[in-house]
């Protein structure tokens, strides 16, 4: 349970209770549910938010379901949503295979669909949607190839500026993209993934490539770094084409277990801005943590975010009875 007192924008005073509750269980070995439930008091209003998931799992096949419900009034003044009134259901299906007809170098195949709805909690009307389809090959090496086509339903009430100066029309969006991710060996001490989509984009279209990379000289410095493009064509009320860039290094240092310190830095070309986040945290005690954390946003070029700055200093101290 929290509880935070405020003020609203007129200077009136407000109070904000929020409450959570959550729960695990095994339905026996290949069967398992979890659970939460959540409530938000503002001011008498109370909203109510909840999760749940059950699966079905064994060595060669997986299936299950994911859902959350968010009421109008769940607005909680800690933590995150990420919107409001909404219904989100997600199926998902996912079949391993191991054919003897697969090369040597090759462990399993493993397809399958999955879907994700958001819908009105109170009229079940269609939000947003997708429906996917994605195929995974394992390598011996530690490799993998997933290929996999998605359809896309997007329905906005009003409109939605996903891009500065970019606006797209409320109404009915559905289209359809095509994608391939590649990975080398995760576990190795260098690792890169490459990502690439093309298809329709809402009015408009997308083509997407993202490249990653991770080096761990040794097991206390791990160095990674990201890279985003994205061409965009004939998007929005006004049939933008456009490029965005998107590229971001990491470095995390560790002392020990318990001691370690990570910096990440982002420059957007879409935004012209850049943001730096500094961690560093230490478990002095079992389960009790010091966290110190620095964030600077500010304009590159003719960007014109306004500077932001701010330094976070939390200590969580457990002991027990």
């Given at each position: 349970?929290?509880l935070?007192?405020?003020?609203?924008?007129?200077?009136?005073?407000?109070?904000?209770?929020?409450?959570?509750?959550?729960?695990?269980?095994?339905?026996g070995?290949?069967?398992?549910?979890?659970?939460?439930?959540?409530?938000?008091?503002?001011?008498?209003?109370?909203?109510?938010?909840?999760?749940?998931?059950?699966?079905?799992?064994?060595?060669?096949?997986?299936?299950?379901?994911?859902?959350?419900?968010?009421?109008?009034?769940?607005?909680?003044?800690?933590?995150?949503?990420?919107?409001?009134?909404?219904?989100?259901?997600?199926?998902?299906?996912?079949?391993?295979?191991?054919?003897?007809?697969?090369?040597?170098?090759?462990?399993?195949?493993?397809?399958?669909?999955?879907?994700?709805?958001?819908?009105?909690?109170?009229t079940f009307?269609?939000?947003?949607?997708?429906?996917?389809?994605s195929?995974?090959?394992?390598?011996?090496?530690?490799?993998?190839?997933?290929?996999?086509?998605?359809?896309?339903?997007?329905?906005?009430?009003?409109?939605?500026?996903?891009?500065?100066?970019?606006?797209?029309a409320?109404?009915?969006?559905?289209?359809?993209?095509?994608?391939?991710?590649?990975?080398?060996?995760?576990s190795a001490?260098?690792?890169?993934?490459?990502?690439?989509?093309?298809?329709?984009?809402?009015?408009?279209?997308?083509?997407r490539?993202?490249?990653?990379?991770?080096?761990s000289?040794?097991?206390?410095?791990?160095?990674?770094?990201?890279?985003?493009?994205?061409?965009?064509?004939?998007?929005?009320?006004?049939?933008?084409?456009?490029?965005?860039?998107l590229?971001?290094?990491?470095?995390?240092?560790?002392?020990?277990?318990?001691?370690?310190?990570?910096?990440?830095?982002?420059?957007?070309?879409?935004?012209?801005?850049?943001?730096?986040n500094?961690?560093?945290?230490w478990?002095?005690?079992?389960?009790?943590?010091?966290?110190?954390?620095?964030?600077?946003?500010?304009?590159?070029?003719?960007?014109?975010?306004?500077?932001?700055?701010?330094?976070?200093?939390?200590?969580?101290?457990?002991?027990?009875?």
């Amino acid at each position: 349970m929290a509880l935070r007192d405020g003020q609203t924008a007129d200077g009136q005073g407000t109070q904000n209770v929020v409450t959570a509750f959550d729960a695990f269980t095994r339905l026996g070995e290949q069967n398992q549910l979890a659970g939460m439930f959540s409530t938000s008091t503002v001011d008498g209003r109370t909203g109510i938010a909840a999760t749940y998931g059950l699966s079905h799992a064994t060595p060669d096949f997986a299936a299950g379901v994911t859902g959350a419900l968010v009421t109008r009034d769940y607005q909680p003044q800690t933590g995150f949503v990420s919107r409001p009134n909404v219904l989100m259901t997600g199926p998902f299906v996912s079949c391993t295979a191991q054919p003897r007809w697969l090369p040597k170098s090759v462990v399993w195949l493993r397809h399958g669909p999955t879907a994700i709805a958001y819908q009105d909690p109170t009229t079940f009307v269609l939000q947003e949607g997708q429906v996917a389809f994605s195929g995974e090959l394992l390598f011996r090496n530690g490799a993998s190839i997933a290929p996999s086509v998605e359809h896309n339903y997007q329905r906005p009430l009003a409109p939605v500026v996903l891009f500065p100066n970019v606006r797209i029309a409320p109404g009915m969006h559905n289209y359809s993209r095509v994608g391939l991710v590649l990975r080398s060996d995760q576990s190795a001490r260098f690792a890169a993934t490459g990502i690439v989509s093309a298809g329709d984009f809402f009015d408009g279209s997308l083509e997407r490539v993202e490249l990653s990379s991770r080096w761990s000289p040794s097991p206390y410095v791990v160095l990674r770094g990201a890279y985003e493009v994205n061409w965009l064509r004939s998007l929005g009320t006004r049939d933008s084409s456009f490029v965005t860039h998107l590229a971001g290094p990491e470095l995390r240092v560790f002392l020990n277990p318990r001691v370690q310190w990570s910096a990440f830095f982002q420059y957007n070309t879409a935004v012209e801005r850049g943001t730096l986040n500094a961690r560093f945290s230490w478990e002095f005690s079992p389960l009790s943590f010091l966290y110190v954390v620095y964030n600077d946003r500010q304009a590159v070029l003719n960007g014109t975010t306004p500077m932001a700055r701010s330094l976070i200093v939390k200590l969580s101290w457990l002991r027990q009875m």
